[in-house]
């Protein structure tokens, strides 16, 4: 069973950083995607940033590029989002997200989510 487990979400000033993680057992497919995802009060989800497993290809919303960083780290099993500069709009639960290459564009397996509070 795939299970999807975030963590590092927290309440952070703006201006500051943090740094998610989601560690993801139970994979047994060769090829997925990995995604960040986000989602505020009253707006519907957002994607953020995928990679692939296998080759590191990425991809960012217009919305975080050059303010988020999507990583792996294959031999955790463990895929990150780094989020820099963190303004007020990016409060919102963030979750990952994995798929297989045939899914797209929809996503087989998702995280609880975690919070993420930018005060002003």
């Known amino acids: 069973q795939v299970q999807l487990v975030e963590s590092g979400g927290g309440l952070v000033q703006a201006g500051g950083s943090l740094r998610l993680s989601c560690a993801a057992s139970g994979l047994i497919f060769n090829s997925y995607i990995m995604g960040w995802f986000r989602q505020a009060p009253g707006k519907e989800r957002e994607f953020l940033a995928s990679?692939?497993?296998?080759?590191?290809?990425?991809y960012y919303a217009d919305s975080v590029k050059g303010r988020f960083t999507i990583s792996r780290d294959n031999a955790k099993n463990t895929v990150f989002l780094q989020m820099n500069v963190l303004k007020p709009e990016d409060t919102a639960v963030y979750y990952c997200?994995?798929?297989?290459?045939?899914?797209?564009?929809?996503?087989?397996?998702w995280g609880q989510g975690t919070q993420v509070t930018v005060s002003s």
């Open positions: 997200a994995v798929r297989r290459a045939i899914s797209y564009p929809s996503y087989d397996y």
């Open positions: 990679i692939t497993w296998s080759g590191g290809n990425t």
